[in-house]
Each structure stands twice: as C-alpha cells, then as structure tokens.
C-alpha cells in the first residue's frame, strides 16, 4: 500500500486528500508557526511553494500513518439560545449608497471585475478576524429576526459583467431587521451558501432611459447573494482567538480603517460600528428619490422633527424648496436623514452633543437654494463638513448606544420608509 501511494505524485495526493479550505488553512498556519522564517520571504510566489509543500507533505504523511491529522474542530456557530434581543452588536446600514465618501473614509472593496487585484483591505480584515468564508459556511441555522448577516453580494445583471461604475462584489454587514421587508422576507429561513434572488418593488424599479448604465440601485435589488451567516457575538469573538467582542471589534476597525480612523478608535476607546459602504458613484434615479423624500417631509416624520424645535424655516424649506434644486439632490437627502436619525437617538438616549451643531448642519444644507447651481456642487465638492459631521457624531457619541441594543429606537421610517 505504502509503494503504492509513493508511486503517486504529491499533487495527486493532495488531490486525493480532499481537505477542506478550513484544514488548509490550519495547515498553513501550522508551517507558519514552526518555520517563522517564512515569514521572511520576499518573493510570494516562493513563500507559497514553500507553503504548498508543507501542505502536501503533512497530507501525505495522514495517508502513510492512516490516521487524520490533529487539526482543530471548525467552531460550531449554533446558538445555544435565542439572542435576537441581546445581541452585543447591532449595524446601523443606510439604503442610500449613491453617498461618495471622502477618500480617508472610502474602503475598496473586492471586486470580480477583470484584471482587478484583491484589495489588501479584504485579506487584512479576514486576518484579523481569523476567520474565512469556509468558516462562516459552517454555520447550519436558518437565518433569524436580529441576525446580523455577514452577505457576499454578486451583482449582475442578466450574466454580464457589470460596468466600471459599479462595483460587482460587496461586503455588506446588514442586520437582518433593518433591511426592506421583501428583502427581510427572502432571507428568513435562508440556509448559509444558499443563493437568494432578492425580490424588485415597482418603487425601486422606475423606469430606465436605455442610454444611462444602470444604477446601484437597480443592481442591488436584482442582486444575487450568498447569505453567510454569522453572529458577532462574544461566543463568536472567543472562538476566532479574542478575548472580548470590543477586541475583535477594535481589530476589524484597525484592519479596515485608515490612520485617521484608527485616531478615533483611540480616542473613544469604545466599541464602534463599522458599515462598508461603496465608493461608487452613480446616483439613484429622481423618480425613486422623489417618492423617498416626500415620505420623510410628510406624515408623522414631519412631527417628529417639529419635535426637536427646528426654526420654522428650515421646516418649510424641507418640504417645500430643497426638492426643486435636482443638483446634488441625492446626496443631501442622505446626508440630511442620517443627520435627522442621528440627532433622533441622540435626543432619545439623553448623549451630551449640542444641539446647535445639528441644526447649523441642517441649515447649511437646507439654504444652498439661494446659491447658483455651480456654487453649490463646488462647495460641495471642496466641503465635506456634513458628512464628516454625520460620520463622527455616529462614530464618537452614538457607536456605544448603538453595540449594546439590538435594534435602533428611532424614526426608522427615516432610513428605510417600507
């Protein structure tokens, strides 16, 4: 038997192994562990032979011994009770990605795109977590109210490789309560890996000109994803090697997170909520923007912000002005309803930020009308006030409210009207 298997070459070993990704990777670790040096290579092509051979030889020597190898049980994400009210992490996700971020905040992501190199972001993240997609694949319950899902998205559009302008491959953190209610629908009772074709509302489906590529809008309700399901909990954080769900937390930000960033976790020192979002640039189409912005001006939204005592003014240029100015209409919707939500939690929850400084915001954006359109987008453009305004409220006042509940007590008709 042992001339037989010596007959074979290593790579039909391996191939005969049949080890999975997540023994692969222990395997790797294994070799990095006893040879540090490795570490030391500069060449990659040579770090990943050396690598491959150390595979192969452990493999072959689980056939010669015929015993399995001593590898670490994958961890078992089953809950061992419900937590759908005790979640240690809750998101708080925007359904409007036509936002550009400034570039100290943009993350790229991971594309599918051709000759597109993987981002060092993706592989920094999944290192610091100490976890892989074969991991999270192994979790076997069904999706549940209050997950939070970790969801590889494959945007496409009729089996075409997408336009430069948007981006075909996204990491999204959702929380499963906070998405669109047929989106919500589609993945209860979804298994991991299984694939889900989200359902189109006419609302979010207006028509098209056939010369305009399609928006991000539009691709992400027609979008196919793999639901991978995880709970970040401490359960979760200890079994990826951290003491504490803050330490996993503060390690994805590290990963994630440019210097200035990495500055404010330091300054907290406290959890933070971390939401990827996408850098690109197409808008969302006015007849859907319309219909989103009448909803938040109208009904009881605009009783709730007569709540907060904004001057007279800036109420009636919400409902009545800034939908006439079409120049950046899209980006100062989201800016405003994440500026209206956050001021929301930080009135109900009693945060020390001054009022003052919300509503010099909300002015600021509510009175560019008496600028010419030019002046406007120039400003705009030179001017990131608001959104690093919106950005380190949430981060710096609003993130340790946000981690210990597990759903947002505020308007959510603000962020998500259905």
Known sequence: MKQQILQKSPTQLHFQAQISQFERKLLRQEALKRFPELNQLEDPFQKEQELLHYEMGRTLERYLEKKPLELQKPPDFRPQKSQSQDLAFSALIRLYPQVELPSELAVELETSLPETPKPEDIQATLEALQ????????????????DLLLVDCYLSQAGEILPQ????????????DRLPAPWFQALLGAEAGQELNFPVEKSLNPAQPAENPPTLCH????????????????NL?????????????????????????????AEIKEKIVQTLVSKSQVELPDEWLDEELQRACENSD????????????????????WLKTPELRARKADILKTLLVLRAIIQQKGLKVEASEIDAALETLVNQKNQSPSERKQKMLENHTLLFLAERILIEKVATVLMQESRIICQGQILNPN
């Not at 976890?131 to 209050?146: A, K, L, N």
């Not at 302008?165 to 499963?176: F, H, R, V």
């Not at 691709?219 to 401490?234: G, N, P, S, Y």
């Not at 951290?242 to 976790?265: C, G, H, I």
Request: glycine share 2%; proline share 3%; with cysteine.
């Open 219 to 234: 691709l992400l309700t027609k979008m196919v994803a793999r639901a991978q399901v995880a709970r970040l909990d401490e």
């Open 165 to 176: 302008t948007a981006k075909s491959n996204q990491i999204l953190m959702l929380q499963s």
């Open 131 to 146: 976890w892989d997609y074969s991991r999270i694949e192994r979790s076997d319950r069904p999706v549940q109210e209050g």
């Open 302 to 321: 605009l009783q709730h912000l007569k709540a907060f005592n904004l001057p007279a003014q800036t109420l009636k240029t919400l409902k009545t002005c």
């Open 237 to 265: 954080a200890k079994k990826a090697g951290f003491p504490s769900l803050d330490a996993l937390l503060e390690a994805t930000a590290q990963a994630l997170s440019d210097k200035k960033q990495a500055q404010w976790v």
